[in-house]
């Protein structure tokens, strides 16, 4: 797995190992960074499920700001360190080992707000509603921030989620990519 462009495109990324870990394909990565375009520059990004934060690093790659990466795995959460210190993203970004619901909360509080979120739970856990709502719910979103949610192309996400309206919806083989924005 690679950094598809940017100050860091070509360079490799670890992957946590093991039953269930799936990283989000290249061409997936590259399909949402061309739709996102020039709004990653400068923006703040939020990976929950981050699995090997590619996302997040990905973002930083283009020319974000900072990036916060959640996962609750310590397989991730040190695949994630590995990738972050080999890159030298150490100073631009910061690592929770926490639920998404937790990190959610916990951001809130600290009165953190995100350009551009990621989200990519594991496609059988039922955690899309879930962490959706915690989301619509929270102070982290701003009036032009963007959820971008991987999930199976199977799967119908609903159109409005609290204050999220989707957006749009891309499919990439056995996997889409919808995207919700907070409704005016």
Not at 12 to 25: F, N
Request: charge should be positive; charged fraction near 25%; glycine fraction near 10%.
């Amino acid at each position: 797995m690679r950094i598809v462009a940017g100050a860091l495109g070509g360079r490799r990324l670890v992957a946590p190992k093991g039953r269930g870990v799936r990283p989000t394909l290249e061409k997936v990565r590259e399909a949402v960074f061309s739709i996102l375009g020039a709004r990653v520059v400068e923006a703040r990004v939020l990976d929950l499920f981050a699995g090997s934060g590619a996302m997040g690093i990905e973002a930083l790659s283009r020319g974000a700001l900072s990036a916060v990466w959640c996962d609750v795995d310590e397989r991730s959460i040190a695949a994630i360190q590995e990738n972050v210190e080999k890159l030298g993203l150490t100073k631009q970004g910061n690592i929770l080992h926490m639920t998404a619901q937790s990190a959610i909360r916990y951001m809130s509080r600290k009165g953190r707000q995100f350009d551009i979120i990621f989200m990519d739970p594991p496609y059988e856990q039922g955690l899309y509603e879930i962490t959706l709502m915690e989301l619509a719910g929270s102070s982290l979103i701003k009036s032009n921030s963007i959820v971008c949610v991987e999930h199976p192309k199977r799967a119908e996400l609903p159109t409005v989620f609290g204050s999220l309206i989707q957006d749009r919806r891309r499919q990439y083989g056995d996997s889409a990519v919808t995207f919700y924005q907070r409704s005016q």
